[in-house]
């Protein structure tokens, strides 16, 4: 589980948070019941946790994530949603598939490595192309049917407009409040008032 936030950077362009709180494998540690030509028994062997359930994600969330997002959060940053999969992610899995682990300890090297490594800019970038994500989620009415959008950001960023928060048209909003309203509608007040009656009727 790895947690990222946007960047934060000064009035002057200085990088004050980088947006990386942590990454924590779901891994446990047993001494190993028998001898082998590796270890003796007894020795501590990492293994994968097999079934991150809810209880271990609980677990988890409790006693790493939140605690990690306290001691390193600064207090003019706010949470956001979930943009692992638009770039940290797939930077892990390119080193993973570079570098050929041989058990879960230089895996769980590995991963922590390309946590590490993960450059703001990057991060800086992502969080551009969610928001752009997110205006592609309300006009397929909360699908995920869509490409996701791209934009040259690095380019724009060199000609210095590359904007930090996208604007969303007017209309793509109303449409989209619209379609909820079809979604939820409260029952008529019509029947309410025939099943109150039948309940006097009956009552009677």
């Known amino acids: ?35 082998s030509k ?7 062997v990492t293994k994968a946790l097999q079934n991150v359930n809810r209880d271990a994600i609980r677990d988890m969330l409790l006693h790493k994530v939140i605690p990690a997002i306290v001691s390193k959060w600064p207090a003019t940053q706010s949470p956001d949603l979930n943009v692992l999969d638009l770039g ?24 922590i490595e390309s946590y590490n490594n993960f450059k703001p800019d990057l ?10 994500c997110m205006i592609k989620i309300l006009k397929a009415e909360g699908g995920n049917k869509y490409k996701i959008p ?18 969303v048209e007017r209309s793509i ?18 029947n309410h008032e025939a099943e109150t009656e039948d309940m006097e009727v009956d009552a009677d």
């Open 1 to 35: 589980m790895a947690i990222i936030g946007k960047p934060l950077y000064g009035t002057h362009g200085e990088l004050l948070h980088d947006g990386k709180y942590g990454i924590f494998p779901f891994t446990q540690q047993e001494r190993a019941k028998k001898s």
């Open 38 to 44: 590796n270890r003796p028994a007894g020795t501590l």
């Open 88 to 111: 940290l992610f797939r930077s892990i899995q390119s080193l993973q598939y570079q570098s050929f682990p041989k058990n879960v300890d230089e895996l769980v090297e590995k991963v």
């Open 123 to 132: 991060n800086k970038y992502i969080w551009v192309t969610l928001q752009r």
């Open 150 to 167: 791209h934009m040259n950001k690095k380019k724009l960023e060199n000609l210095g407009i590359l904007p930090n928060q996208i604007e």
């Open 173 to 190: 909003v109303v449409e989209a409040v619209e379609y909820l309203n079809t979604m939820f509608r409260p029952t008529p007040q019509g």
